[in-house]
Nanobody, 119 residues
């Protein structure tokens, strides 16, 4: 009942920057938090960052702290991920996600956008 569409992926050199965006539609009034996950080739999907919709609380994976910044625009139903100082290990498919309460799993998923960081 919530649809998510990611954009902004691409190819960048190590040390460069990218900005990912996610647009939510449907029952957006039910969203409690949104976030970004990523999955590298041969690896499990991992959390990158999350942000709550009402209190602006944020969570970052240790691997991206100080380099990535998550933000939101409630009126536009969008969330963005500013990615600076990119490393080859950041190469992955990045997925936007959302959940309805603090105690539910992230349950709505976008189709993903590819990020490739060259050495």
């Amino acid at each position: 009942q919530v649809q998510l569409v990611e954009s902004g992926g691409g190819l960048v050199q190590a040390g460069g920057s990218l900005r990912l965006s996610c647009a939510a539609s449907g029952r957006t009034f039910s969203i409690y938090a949104m976030g970004w996950f990523r999955q590298a080739p041969g690896k499990d999907r991992e959390l990158v960052s999350t942000i709550s919709w009402s209190r602006d609380n944020t969570v970052y994976a240790d691997s991206v702290k100080g380099r990535f910044t998550i933000s939101r625009d409630n009126a536009k139903n969008t969330v963005t991920l500013q990615m600076n100082g990119l490393k080859p290990e950041d190469t992955a498919v990045y997925y936007c996600s959302a959940k309805r309460t603090a105690f539910r799993q992230f349950e709505y998923w976008g189709q993903g956008t590819q990020v490739n960081v060259s050495s």
